[in-house]
């Protein structure tokens, strides 16, 4: 499965944004996807994760509230709708697929086998 990410760019704080990630290759099996994100000098960071079906969603903390993900099946992409953006988000944002039909969602970057190569968001106060 390959997995390409787009939408980034520099915006302004309090802009909202939206990333995209969609999915090629061996999209007849089921996947549960989620969004990272690595800020300047950090570990990479769990964003958002939704489940293969869309029933099970699960947010970091720090993100909900402000932040959305979604996914369409039919056309294999999942989306990340950020709102309200400040400059601590500033990050490079990462999609990341694993392959489960399950309804749990994961958190931990280990747990993801394929991943995009991340779409950089830059928000200037």
């Known amino acids: 499965v390959q997995l390409q990410a787009s939408g980034g760019g520099l915006v302004q704080a309090g802009d909202d944004l939206r990333l995209s990630c969609t999915a090629s290759?061996?999209?007849?099996?089921?996947?549960?996807m989620a969004w990272f994100r690595r800020l300047p000098g950090k570990e990479r960071e769990f964003l958002a994760g939704?489940?293969?079906?869309?029933?099970?969603?699960r947010y970091a903390d720090s993100v909900k509230g402000r932040f959305t993900i979604s996914r369409d099946k039919y056309s294999n992409t999942v989306y990340l709708d950020m709102n309200s953006l400040e400059p601590e988000d500033t990050a490079v944002y990462y999609c990341?697929?694993?392959?489960?039909?399950?309804?749990?969602?994961?958190?931990?970057?280990?747990?993801?086998?394929?991943w995009g190569q991340g779409t950089l968001v830059t928000v200037s106060s």
């Open positions: 939704i489940s293969s079906s869309g029933s099970s969603i």
């Open positions: 290759g061996r999209t007849g099996s089921y996947y549960s």
């Open positions: 990341a697929a694993r392959s489960s039909s399950s309804s749990l969602v994961l958190g931990a970057q280990r747990e993801y086998r394929y």
